[in-house]
């Protein structure tokens, strides 16, 4: 089984840029399709961006488009979140979650049994 860990979190001020890091240990990373996921106060966990194991295909939500690019490394590992002209809206924890193989529905949260403890991203106005 894979376990999952996020790093590179912090505190931004907006307009700028954060890359987030999922490093996975256990199991064969590049058998796991991986989504980002965040869940601000108050709110649900809303899906932010996916890549299937072999990262030929991506998709992201409407709020991050064009602003939001995931990546992954499969020798190393790892999957980017990487995250430029942030806004106070983007403020949330950010989580990564991993499922084997193949994923029907990415943007649902139950698709996933794997998750990382997540990284919190806080931009100021």
């Known amino acids: 089984q894979v376990q999952l860990a996020e790093s590179g979190g912090g505190l931004v001020q907006a307009g700028g840029s954060l890359r987030l890091s999922c490093a996975a240990s256990?199991?064969?990373?590049?058998?796991?399709?991986v989504s980002w996921f965040r869940q601000a106060p108050g709110k649900e966990r809303e899906f932010v961006a996916t890549?299937?194991?072999?990262?030929?295909?991506?998709d992201s939500a409407d709020s991050v488009k064009g602003r939001f690019i995931i990546s992954r490394d499969n020798a190393k590992n790892t999957v980017y979140l990487e995250m430029n002209n942030l806004t106070p809206e983007d403020t949330a924890v950010y989580y990564c979650?991993?499922?084997?193989?193949?994923?029907?529905?990415?943007?649902?949260?139950?698709?996933?049994?794997?998750w990382g403890q997540g990284t919190q991203v806080t931009v100021s106005s």
């Open positions: 979650a991993a499922a084997y193989y193949y994923v029907r529905r990415p943007r649902v949260t139950n698709s996933y049994y794997f």
């Open positions: 256990g199991g064969t990373f590049g058998d796991y399709a």
């Open positions: 890549i299937t194991k072999s990262g030929d295909s991506i």
